[in-house]
Every structure is written in C-alpha cells, then in structure tokens.
Nanobody
Framework: QVQLVESGGGSVQAGGSLRLSCAAS????????VGWFRQAPGKERYFVVG????????SYADSVKGRFTISRDNAKNTVYLQMTSLKPEDTAVYYC??????????????????WGQGTQVTVSS
C-alpha cells in the first residue's frame, strides 16, 4: 500500500502561484512514478503531468505547459507541482497518484492505483 497526502492548495487571484506537495509513505518511493491529475466540477479527471522515478517529467498537458513544473525529492518522499501564472480555468481539485508497479508510468488515470485525497485550487479572476 502507498499513502499519498496532497497539500498546498488554496485560493489565489489570476496570475498568482501555488506549490502543491504530494507526500508519500509505505513503499520505496524512489522506485515509483507519480502523476498529477486535476478534476474540475462536472468534468473528467485530467492528466496534468507525471514524473518518473528518476525525476524525468512526462509531457505536460498543453493547458499548463510553460506555467507548471513538476519535481521530486526522493529523500523527502515528496513530489511537487509548482504552478505559476494561474488562470481561473486551473480551478480544480488536484490529485497525485502512484502506480501499483514500480518503474511504470502513464498518462491515463487507469495507469495509477493509489490516489491522494486531493487538494482544492481556486483561481479567481
């Protein structure tokens, strides 16, 4: 089992920044990819970006390219999502997720087995 806890969400004005954290426990974190997803009210859960066990990111969703940056600190069992130039359309619950198998990564929600509880990000115009 893997336990994931997201933090760092909040309410900001457009143009602002937030840094989300995803703290993991329960397994050898450095063997696992981590994905960030978001879900706006009434919409499907949407892949934002992932990072592999070595810290190499996947492609970013087009809507966040150039504004969001993913990173990880394996010593702290934590993955970060730095979000800048936030827009109202970034408003969503943000989730981090981990696959069941080590050294696997994907861009679909079905590629991930363990999920955090989510953290709300609200961007006002």
């Amino acid at each position: 089992q893997v336990q994931l806890v997201e933090s760092g969400g909040g309410s900001v004005q457009a143009g602002g920044s937030l840094r989300l954290s995803c703290a993991a426990s329960g397994r050898t974190f450095s063997y696992y990819a981590v994905g960030w997803f978001r879900q706006a009210p009434g919409k499907e859960r949407y892949f934002v970006v992932g990072v592999n066990w070595s810290g190499v990111p996947t492609s970013y969703a087009d809507s966040v390219k150039g504004r969001f940056t993913i990173s990880r600190d394996n010593a702290k069992n934590t993955v970060y999502l730095q979000m800048t130039s936030l827009k109202p359309e970034d408003t969503a619950v943000y989730y981090c997720a981990v696959p069941k198998e080590p050294f696997r990564i994907g861009i679909r929600s079905t590629d991930y087995d363990y999920w955090g509880q989510g953290t709300q990000v609200t961007v006002s115009s």
